[in-house]
């Protein structure tokens, strides 16, 4: 038995029993190999991870049934197929026909692309918002990630709606600046 099956054999067994790191530990095991497998079958990025999330929270739900499992990995992969059909058409049951617009399929080299991209924007803005003073990083905290009103974070911070105000446009405009630069 080689490393991965037995710390596949390992985790699925905490799983089953109830422990959240083994779930955790379980979702790093599968989770590209499911990515992969959903992305070459439907090509939908948001659909295929969305899929994956809804697969643990249903292992998570039959967790006491786990520990009879004797082949894990196509288990999984049975589950989660029929999660990705379940999630498809419960999308297009959605859209109608008048709103469902043609989009252009991609690759899955574009959509990793799609991802890295992303990731990359995220860790620029996290350098950017490094740059700012720590009275803008605050509320930019506070308006952007608590959303909270120009009203609560001037009684919050005991300043005026103006100075609250010119104080995000100032970080924004600092912000903008910081992501063109790196960018």
């Known amino acids: ?79 989660y197929k029929r999660v990705l059909y379940k999630s498809r058409h419960v999308r297009q049951e959605f859209a109608s026909l008048d709103e469902c617009i043609e989009m252009p399929q991609s690759s899955y080299e574009e959509a990793l692309i799609a991802i890295q991209t992303d990731e990359r924007r995220k860790a620029l803005l996290q350098q950017a918002l490094q740059q700012l003073s720590e009275r803008q990083r605050q509320m930019v905290q506070m308006r952007y990630y608590e959303g909270r009103g120009f009203r609560e974070i001037a009684e919050t911070t005991g300043l005026t709606e103006r100075t609250v105000y010119n104080t995000l446009h100032n970080a924004l405009q600092a912000l903008r600046k910081g992501m063109e630069r790196v960018e």
């Open 1 to 79: 038995m080689d490393l991965r099956t037995a710390n596949m054999e390992k985790n699925w067994q905490l799983l089953a029993g109830g422990d959240r790191q083994g779930l955790y530990a379980c979702f790093d095991l599968f989770y590209d190999d499911l990515f992969r497998l959903g992305v070459s079958l439907y090509r939908d990025v948001d659909l295929v991870q969305d899929a994956i999330n809804e697969l643990f929270l249903e292992l998570w739900k039959i967790r006491e049934r786990l520990g009879e499992v004797r082949n894990i990995q196509q288990y999984v992969i049975t589950i």
